[in-house]
């Protein structure tokens, strides 16, 4: 693709093809002198836009993207899924035997990874430095009882997802999960998409505070009720948490793989693209079949922590529903609790990402990036 340089606001590169997109982006912008994005896409491996306006991110700012950190679990565990290292019918015990306990010795990879298992918090809560740990975490969570039968429900695993999936790639390969994402995906692609960021590299300067939530430009806040018991349970105040847990060193530092990875737009749009139809014409990391089983549904409905209708997971991954309608119903993706988001979908093979420096209340994928989205691969199909 021929990429242009843009002139209006919004700063970067585009394919003459998404004129529609670069002049919604470029209205946005200028109606709302606060926003500030960072914006990719790929289409067939092939980068189409990297662009970003606003005062509080640059072209190289790096900001941590919350849940749309789960791409990193979702890409690795497909690449283990792909080598035949990993089974997802397989009980998670025949991994990790000390995960068989207290009525999960029957729980399967697939429903442990698909926010099944019963286990989006564990008893007791977990400290903060048990959560940003390598195994503390998952060793508490393999003694905890579940909170409903596995299987019979399913329910956001916020954090713990991320320490339940990083102990199951450990014990599969001997490496962290962070070891493993930095050794055979992140470095080999040199995507802005990090697990942890590293010292001593320049990084730190690049890096943006999340900044506080607000309605969107010329809305007013609609009254919130109470959390709801399990959301309490899994998102309240834990021993030694911070106020703001992306803009916290330790967090980002350690880069928790469920919520505290620190990526721009573009690194988010190429961890997606490379694994799915590759990037400038490398192979994806990931075959079709494996992309197909990994994508595929195994939930949808009432989700038990968010108390929200109408929520679908993949293994890792969210499926399109009404409020997340990114692409068709093969794609896949994770969004943030602060408006980023990152998707892929296979059939029109647009690989998308998005960061945001303020977004809009009351949280989840920026509503404006969802429409981009979904245009971008109407668009370029």
Same mark, same amino acid.
């Given at each position: 693709?021929?990429?242009?340089?843009?002139?209006?606001?919004?700063?970067?590169?585009?394919?003459?093809?998404?004129?529609?997109?670069?002049?919604?982006?470029?209205?946005? +912008?200028?109606? !709302?002198?606060?926003?500030?994005?960072?914006?990719?896409?790929?289409? !067939?491996?092939?980068?189409?836009? !990297?662009?970003?306006?606003?005062? $509080?991110?640059?072209?190289?700012?790096?900001?941590?993207?919350?849940?749309?950190?789960?791409?990193?679990?979702?890409?690795?565990?497909?690449?283990?899924? =792909?080598?035949?290292? /990993?089974?997802?019918?397989?009980?998670?015990?025949?991994?990790?035997?000390?995960?068989?306990?207290?009525?999960?010795?029957?729980?399967?990879?697939?429903? /442990? +990874?698909?926010?099944?298992?019963?286990?989006?918090?564990?008893?007791?809560?977990?400290?903060?430095?048990?959560?940003?740990?390598?195994?503390? %975490?998952?060793? &508490?969570?393999?003694?905890?009882?579940?909170?409903?039968?596995?299987?019979?429900?399913? @329910?956001?695993?916020?954090?713990?997802?991320?320490?339940? #999936?990083? =102990?199951?790639?450990?014990?599969?390969?001997?490496?962290?999960?962070?070891?493993?994402?930095?050794? =055979?995906?992140?470095?080999?692609?040199?995507?802005?998409?990090?697990?942890?960021?590293?010292?001593?590299? @320049?990084?730190?300067?690049?890096?943006?505070?999340?900044?506080?939530?607000?309605?969107?430009?010329? =809305?007013?806040?609609?009254?919130? @009720?109470?959390?709801?018991?399990?959301?309490?349970?899994?998102?309240?105040? &834990?021993?030694?948490?911070?106020?703001?847990?992306?803009?916290?060193?330790?967090?980002?530092?350690?880069? $928790?793989?469920?919520?505290?990875?620190?990526?721009?737009?573009?690194?988010?749009?190429?961890?997606? #693209?490379?694994?799915?139809?590759?990037?400038?014409?490398?192979?994806?990391?990931?075959?079709? !079949?494996?992309?197909?089983?990994?994508?595929?549904?195994?939930? &949808?409905?009432?989700?038990?922590?968010?108390?929200?209708?109408?929520?679908? $997971?993949?293994?890792?991954?969210?499926?399109?529903?009404?409020?997340?309608?990114?692409?068709?119903? &093969?794609?896949?993706?994770?969004?943030? *609790?602060?408006?980023?988001?990152?998707?892929?979908?296979?059939?029109? %093979?647009?690989?998308?990402?998005?960061?945001?420096?303020?977004?809009?209340?009351?949280?989840? *994928?920026?509503?404006?990036?969802?429409?981009?989205?979904?245009?971008?691969?109407?668009?370029?199909?």
């Amino acid at each position: 693709m021929k990429l242009s340089e843009l002139q209006g606001p919004l700063s970067g590169r585009a394919d003459a093809g998404l004129e529609e997109v670069v002049d919604r982006l470029d209205r946005l +912008l200028s109606a !709302d002198p606060d926003l500030s994005i960072q914006i990719a896409a790929y289409v !067939d491996g092939q980068l189409a836009l !990297d662009a970003y306006g606003g005062p $509080h991110l640059g072209r190289d700012s790096l900001i941590v993207p919350y849940s749309t950190s789960k791409n990193i679990i979702g890409v690795s565990v497909g690449l283990l899924v =792909e080598r035949g290292l /990993l089974d997802l019918d397989a009980t998670v015990a025949s991994y990790w035997p000390e995960f068989g306990q207290a009525g999960k010795e029957r729980v399967t990879v697939r429903q /442990l +990874l698909s926010h099944q298992a019963g286990l989006p918090e564990a008893q007791p809560g977990l400290a903060w430095d048990e959560l940003l740990d390598h195994h503390k %975490g998952a060793e &508490r969570l393999a003694a905890t009882r579940p909170l409903w039968h596995p299987g019979s429900a399913f @329910g956001y695993h916020g954090l713990t997802i991320g320490n339940l #999936a990083a =102990e199951l790639v450990f014990r599969i390969t001997g490496r962290t999960l962070h070891d493993f994402y930095e050794e =055979e995906i992140r470095r080999p692609l040199g995507a802005a998409f990090y697990l942890g960021l590293p010292e001593g590299q @320049g990084l730190e300067e690049r890096r943006v505070d999340v900044l506080p939530m607000i309605p969107p430009l010329g =809305e007013h806040p609609k009254p919130q @009720g109470p959390p709801h018991a399990m959301q309490r349970l899994t998102f309240g105040p &834990r021993p030694g948490a911070p106020v703001h847990l992306a803009n916290d060193e330790q967090s980002w530092r350690f880069g $928790h793989p469920a919520g505290s990875a620190t990526a721009d737009a573009l690194g988010i749009a190429t961890l997606l #693209a490379a694994a799915v139809t590759g990037v400038e014409g490398s192979a994806p990391l990931l075959s079709p !079949d494996t992309v197909a089983t990994v994508g595929q549904q195994q939930v &949808r409905g009432y989700d038990e922590v968010l108390d929200q209708h109408d929520r679908a $997971h993949a293994v890792i991954f969210q499926k399109p529903s009404k409020q997340l309608a990114w692409g068709g119903p &093969r794609s896949i993706g994770h969004d943030g *609790a602060c408006g980023s988001l990152g998707c892929v979908d296979p059939d029109t %093979g647009v690989a998308f990402g998005y960061t945001i420096a303020r977004g809009p209340w009351p949280g989840g *994928a920026d509503p404006r990036a969802v429409e981009v989205a979904r245009t971008i691969g109407d668009l370029m199909a």
